[in-house]
């Protein structure tokens, strides 16, 4: 089976429906056993760490590098991915192939390529900041999802196709696609829209989908300050009067 079809079925095995995913929550439902670097002794670290500074896989066990002086969290969540690439792959030997199999998978799963591409405007100063945000990865893992979804940009624009959606039946799921069964998997009838997360305004209580902001909300805190939610209802702080 393709990486994508995998990166599905492991959506579907753990009713992944929203971003950013919970990668240690994946890895258990799996029945997976992640072991992270710190638990180990000094010996076995050290060995580890002349194998991967980042992480390395025996079996179906994961071993990490937990250390986030050493690597940001969006980088240590692609590491977890990567090796459960190796697993659900099959992988039973290293090779450049495999290595670049299980960074595909870990890339996909932890921010699909056609969600990217269809929902961010990757040719802004701001799109990188807005794809870490969203997905909860690295910089670099930001950087090269925009590369990505430039160049098939450009192929589009070349050969005049558009690679995830065929051109009169946009939004009507599901395709063959691999790509398009994901981008069906996240698309929501009800509200005609792709919906990759969902979060509540702290003021009204609203649903807030894909990182938008509640204006009625935020006119109202420019116009009479800040508050925040405790157990004992709505208390002011910090207020600026504008």
Not at 2 to 17: F, M, N, P, Q, S
Not at 202 to 221: A, F, M, Q, T, V
Request: charged residues 25%.
């Amino acid at each position: 089976m393709g990486i994508l079809t995998e990166v599905l079925e492991v959506y579907a095995k753990c009713d992944v429906y929203l971003f950013p995913i919970d990668c240690f929550n994946i890895i258990k439902k799996l029945n997976i056993k992640v072991v992270p670097y710190s638990s180990l002794s000094f010996d076995k670290q050290k060995a580890l760490k002349e194998v991967s500074t980042d992480s390395y896989r025996i079996g179906n066990t994961i071993y990490y590098n937990d250390d986030k002086r050493a690597l940001v969290e969006g980088r240590i969540r692609f590491n977890l991915m990567h090796e459960l690439g190796h697993i659900v792959l099959g992988h039973t030997e290293e090779s450049d192939y495999n290595e670049n199999c299980a960074n595909w998978f870990a890339g996909e799963i932890l921010a699909p390529t056609v969600i990217i591409y269809e929902y961010f405007d990757y040719y802004t100063e701001s799109a990188q900041s807005s794809i870490v945000k969203a997905f909860n990865i690295s910089l670099e893992a930001a950087d090269t999802k925009i590369k990505i979804c430039q160049a098939v940009r450009q192929a589009e624009e070349f050969n005049s196709i558009n690679y995830f959606r065929p051109p009169d039946s946009a939004y009507k799921f599901p395709y063959d696609s691999e790509s398009l069964k994901i981008y069906a998997r996240f698309y929501n009838e009800d509200l005609q829209k792709l919906i990759y997360n969902v979060d509540i305004c702290p003021i009204c209580l609203r649903d807030l989908y894909n990182g938008e902001e509640c204006s009625d909300c935020k006119r109202k805190w420019l116009r009479y300050g800040s508050r925040s939610i405790f157990d004992e209802g709505w208390q002011w702080m910090n207020t600026q009067y504008i």
